[in-house]
């Protein structure tokens, strides 16, 4: 029922920064969200989630640089991806789960019920 449209990716130099945005729609209650991220030929990992209460969490390869958020006046989550590296590049996927636990935000993929098409993010050296 959920349906998310992840936007915002493009291509930086390292030190660079760029925001991702993920239009959500057709939602429910208790809405946990995240951010999750494939590379070519590697699995996909967590980067930064946040539960229906606002507690946010980080992989430790981001934290400090990237900023997950909501902004629930335009139904959109946010990923603000400061001081970028080569080894940020990779498909970036927003995920939800709705009839979530209040201050959960896990960073596993099997716990995300509901995901995008992607948005490419490349960083050059």
């Known amino acids: 029922q959920v349906q998310l449209v992840e936007s915002g990716g493009g291509s930086v130099q390292a030190g660079g920064s760029l925001t991702l945005s993920c239009s959500v729609s057709?939602?429910?209650?208790?809405?946990?969200m995240a951010w999750f991220r494939q590379a070519p030929g590697k699995e996909r990992e967590g980067v930064a989630a946040?539960?229906?209460?606002?507690?946010?969490c980080y992989a430790d390869a981001v934290k400090g640089r990237f900023t997950i958020s909501r902004d629930n006046a335009k139904n959109t989550l946010l990923l603000q991806m400061n001081d970028l590296k080569p080894d940020d590049t990779a498909l970036y996927y927003c995920?939800?789960?709705?009839?979530?636990?209040?201050?959960?935000?896990?960073?596993?993929?099997?716990?995300?019920?509901?995901w995008g098409q992607g948005t490419q993010v490349t960083v050059s050296s």
């Open positions: 946040i539960a229906p209460n606002g507690l946010t």
């Open positions: 995920a939800a789960k709705d009839w979530s636990l209040s201050g959960d935000c896990p960073l596993i993929n099997r716990l995300y019920s509901n």
């Open positions: 057709g939602y429910g209650y208790y809405v946990r």
